[in-house]
Structures are given as structure tokens and as C-alpha cells.
């Protein structure tokens, strides 16, 4: 196996990861960022630490991405194949970054996964694409929506007689305590996807078999990579997770968070489940919304969010499926 086709395609894999950290950066802090109980700066900063925190917390999900999803390929196809998902991973995160889109790094990679896997000859385990990713893809925001909702009338019951200001003024501290769950959270999922495609590369390369533990190096190399785009912000998908769905407030932004936050530990940790983080706390900020009135909801954004979520994998998946006609014409 050439050497430099897997320095370059675990180089790829690292910038994927940085791509999802600026791309999801807003999942863990847009609430908080909205309601004012953190600073934007003060915000990435905890997020970026509390990803790299996470992702040494489990290697359940890394292990569904690297042999859940796709035959292992083999030779210098295989890695092309590799390759070239990431490729298509990383062109629908950049366009969906542009137009201030929360899609999902997360299926923009499986997607990509998939579409070079068929491109490639290789064959796709569709009962694990179907009970790991497309099933959670449809459960995970309807569970977020409606624990969302759930949480955000229980607050409403308990706080009822409360001072409203000084019940704003302790939700802003807790969500110093619910962001950083979230951030820990988008780390035990995020950071771990990319670990299974860095040992899908060992693995084709030969340099690993699977059922080895995950190298060290490359848990830390990915969490860093995480932490290092969460660090640089994606501030247009902020504004639309943290304004245009819904003018939040502090007990609505907690809520939303902490929805988000136990729905990615129960899937990471019982289901093994990578699921998107974008999903979950886009929905359950929708539905801690909808507790105010069904109207307060913008729905007309959430109907574009919702559309784009449909749209990534496939969208991914041709990307990657031409990016591996290039590959097989340049290099294979």
C-alpha cells in the first residue's frame, strides 16, 4: 500500500473533522450565544475544550463508522474510495457552511461513504446503514422535538410562581452547565466518526486490523482537529440555530440543551448509534419553542433545515461518486 495515498487521505480525514468542528460549533453554544449567557468567545472556548474532553469517552460509534457501514475495500481502490467520500463530505459541509444551512456533517460523511463505496465496486451493508443511520435519522428528531417540548412544559409547571427574573437569571447560569454538556456530547459523537474513517485508512493500508484498540495518536489528533474548527466558529449557522428558528431565552435555551445533550449520551453509550448533533438540538429547540405557541416557531426556516437534512446524503453521496471518477482517472 502506498504510503503517501494514506498520509493523504488521513490529512483529509483531519480537515473533514475541522470542517465539522466550525460547521457544528453551533450546536453546542448557539443557545447560550442567543440568550447571553455566554459570550461568543467565552462560548467556542468551553465548547473547543469540552469536545476534546469527549472524545476520549467511548470508541462505541467509531467502531459502527469503520465497519458498519461499507465492505472493507481493499488496495489502493479502497483507499481512493476513502478518499473520495471525505471529499464529498467536505464539499456539502463547505456549501451548507456558505448559505448559513444546518445540515448534518455527520450523513454528509456517510453519505459520502456510500456513494464511493458504490462508485468504487464496493459493497454497501445496507442493514447497517439502515438500523444505524437512516432509522436514526428519522427517530432522532422526532424524539428531540418532543422531548424538547416535554422538558420545556415541565420547567414552565415547576417555575410557574417564580420570580421570572430571577429565574432567567439561574437558567443563564445553568446553561453554562447544559452547553457544556452539549459540547461534550458533540464531542463523544463527532471526533468518533472521524477515529472509524482514520481506521478504515489503517485497516486498508495494513497497518491495522480491526478489533485493535484505536491508536492514541489518532484520538488525539482528532479530538484536537474537533476542537480546533469548534474553536473557529461557525458564525452563520449560529444566527440560524440561535435566532431565525426562534428568539430563545434562558430556560428555553437550557432546555434545548440539555434535551440535546441526554439524547447523544443514550445513543453514544447504550445504542452506539453516530447520530447527528445537528438533528437533535435543531428539533428540540423546535419543540421547546412550540411550548410558547406552535406559531412562535419559524417554520418556514425549520421546513429548509428539514429539507436539507433530506437532501445531504444523497447530495454527498454524488459528490463523492464523482470525486472517485477523478481519483480512478488520476491516480488508480
Not at 446503514?129 to 420545556?152: A, H, Q, R
Request: net charge positive; aromatic share 10%.
Amino acid at each position: 500500500m502506498d504510503t503517501f495515498a494514506l498520509i493523504v487521505t488521513v490529512a483529509v480525514a483531519l480537515f473533514f473533522t475541522y470542517t465539522n468542528g466550525f460547521h457544528d460549533s453551533a450546536n453546542a453554544i448557539a443557545t447560550s450565544v442567543s440568550t447571553r449567557a455566554l459570550t461568543p468567545r467565552a462560548a467556542l472556548a468551553m465548547a473547543a475544550v469540552m469536545n476534546l474532553a469527549g472524545a476520549f469517552m467511548g470508541s462505541g460509534v467509531a467502531k459502527t463508522v469503520s465497519e458498519g457501514l461499507i465492505e472493507t475495500p481493499q488496495g489502493s481502490t479502497g483507499m481512493g474510495i476513502l478518499f473520495a467520500a471525505l471529499i464529498g463530505a467536505i464539499v456539502w459541509n463547505l456549501v451548507t457552511w456558505y448559505f448559513g444551512l444546518p445540515s448534518s456533517s455527520s450523513h454528509a460523511l456517510f453519505g459520502g461513504m456510500v456513494g464511493a463505496a458504490l462508485a468504487g465496486g464496493t459493497d454497501v451493508l445496507w442493514g447497517g446503514v439502515l438500523e444505524k443511520i437512516v432509522i436514526p435519522m428519522f427517530l432522532s428528531p422526532v424524539v428531540g422535538l418532543l422531548v424538547g417540548y416535554l422538558v420545556m412544559t415541565a420547567i414552565m409547571w415547576l417555575f410557574r410562581r417564580s420570580n421570572p427574573h430571577k429565574a432567567k437569571r439561574g437558567f443563564r447560569i445553568a446553561q453554562t452547565v447544559s452547553a457544556a454538556g452539549m459540547a461534550l456530547g458533540h464531542g463523544l459523537q463527532d471526533a468518533q466518526k472521524t477515529m472509524g474513517v482514520v481506521v478504515l485508512a489503517l485497516v486498508i493500508s495494513g497497518h491495522e486490523t480491526f478489533g485493535d484498540p484505536i491508536p492514541v495518536w489518532v484520538k488525539i489528533v482528532c479530538a484536537v482537529m474537533l476542537s480546533l474548527g469548534t474553536y473557529a466558529g461557525g458564525w452563520r449557522i449560529m444566527r440560524t440555530l440561535g435566532r431565525k428558528i426562534i428568539e430563545l431565552d434562558p430556560p428555553q435555551g437550557f432546555a434545548a440543551e440539555a434535551t440535546g445533550a441526554s439524547i447523544m449520551f443514550t445513543t453514544a453509550f447504550i445504542f452506539k448509534a453516530p447520530i447527528s448533533t445537528t438533528h437533535v438540538i435543531t428539533s428540540a429547540i423546535m419543540g421547546v419553542g412550540a411550548t410558547k405557541r406552535v406559531n412562535a416557531v419559524r417554520w418556514g426556516v425549520a421546513k429548509n433545515i428539514v429539507l436539507g437534512w433530506f437532501i445531504t446524503m444523497p447530495a454527498a453521496a454524488l459528490v463523492a461518486a464523482l470525486a472517485f471518477g477523478v481519483v480512478k482517472l488520476v491516480a488508480l
